[in-house]
């Protein structure tokens, strides 16, 4: 077979591609099946026309056609795209070559034209264009989140909205520079950098948090996600960068911890009031026991340079203050040792304490958790190691200590702060390690000054009390203190009436008319010192009671009213309480005439 009748024939089989032939001024000369399922038209209805009627109406205007084949005349070939006309006017999206046909003298004798049908791939391309384009405007207009790409080293190379107005910089100031601008100095001597962007190679994404720096040079803290971005074999083209700032929310949530950790400091010491109240109520009915019938005066100076030791120098500051303080004398000296003995044991090289007190007026507004009023404040500073602020976050915590084994219970620091605030009062320790420790117990100053007996007085009162014995009913659930009380009663020349419970007290008081005055604990189960003084004022209205307690958890109403007995007591402090209610006249055992105090003042 010829070789013409062959190409013919590989012509005709070819229905991808339309191939057909021109003469020299573009009229259609041959038509290949492929041409015509491309077109719509048969053989014998485009052969013999013009080739421009496959050109839309705007190109033949615009005069394309001519063009085409004047370029290929002029350049040996017409290469290009655009949109095409079938015969039912529908449009298609060609890729065209036109190549002039000549004689082997270069006469053009027409021109051979191929056309591809590329319309899938034109929509697809247009549709992944238009999505493109609306990711673009996505980001672009984003404005809570920075969303820029990084080169593969690190250098910006685009810029949203987001990132201009979290960062600050225009993207005509920012892309070509590299990203480590945004980090603080310190991240950037550490190479944080580099390593971020070597762990996202690595790893493929990461995400953290930390502060980073706007153009203005302040800081926020931002919460950033890299990832890699590779091409189809896998070869690293970039990175794209997600930067939020979450300085608000960062803000809200230390502001959450911060209340959070005084919630649990606050019940913490809540806790630790209750406590180490019970525990220092126990102790002091311990103590009752034991100096109850003693007579001790106390030199506080002397005895804590001898208890401390020679190697601590002691200094006290104390001014002339215009206000006594409600409390226990006997367990405020136990604080004032507890808190020189700590002093102490800071210090092993020896050292200087200063023991000071001072007058303080506080207002609302002041920013303490004492109520507003006037306080007298005792300190007591040393110069020895201090605590960091973890030990010192825990220092008032029961049974916690720093002190070896056998040296100490760990109780010493939270009774102080139980006793405080039983007391109205409030208890802080101040400390940096190395910088030494302050310790400040602020107890609310009494509004009157307790009567002060002198000796010839006093003589008078003991001959009277002995002239007139009382008929006294000591009620306490300790039994060693009840048995205690009874004596010192006994020995004053009284008659003590025992009784372990407020229930009992009621019982001896129904069937006895001969009692002259209750001496009540206050904390007995079942029922309280006050609970059994309100059950005695509603039948015996006449009869006084006593409220003696080491444990300072009374309602300020009932301090206010009923005469009060520090515990531990001595013999002197019991004799002092009763004649401030000793009865002035006598009815068949019964007191007619007594008069009350307010709670003692030391």
Known sequence: MPDDGRYRLLIEAVTDYAIYMLDPTGIVMSWNPGAQRFKGYA????????????????????????LALKTAVREGKFESEGWRVRKDGSRFWAFVVIDPIRTAAGELVGFAKITRDLTERKLAEEALKQTQEQFRLLVQGVSDYAIYMLDPEGVVANWNLGAHRIKGYTSE???GNHFSIFYTDEDREAGEPQKVLEVVERDGRLEKEGWRVRKDGSRFWAHVVIDAIRDDDGKLIGYAKITRDITERQEAQRQLEVARQALMQSQKMEAIGQLTGGVAHDFNNLLMAVLGSLELMRGMTDMLQSSLGPTIVIDTHFPLVSKPVLGDANQLEMILLNLAVNARDAMPNGGRIVIATQEKVLREGDGTRLKPGAYICL???????????????????????????????GLGLSMV????????????LRSRKGEGTTAELWLPAAEKQAPVVNRSEREGNDARLDRVPLVVLAVDDDGLVLTNTVAMLDDLGHTGIAASSGKEALEILRQQDSVDLVITDYAMPHMTG??????????WPELPVIIATGFAEMESEAQSILPKLAKPFTEAELVKELERIVPTGRDGGRVLKFRTSASSTI
């Open 530 to 539: 006050l609970q059994l003084a309100d059950a005695i004022k509603g039948e």
């Open 417 to 428: 702060h139980g006793v405080a605030e039983q007391s109205g009062g409030w208890f802080t």
């Open 173 to 175: 100031e920012i892309i």
């Open 379 to 409: 300190t007591v500073q040393d110069t020895g190691e201090g605590m960091d602020e973890a030990t010192l976050q825990r220092a008032m915590e029961p049974f916690f200590t720093t002190k070896g084994p056998g040296k100490g219970t």
């Open 43 to 66: 053989p014998s209805e485009i052969i013999g026309q013009h080739f421009s009627r496959f050109y839309t109406e705007e190109d033949r205007k615009q005069g394309i056609p001519a």
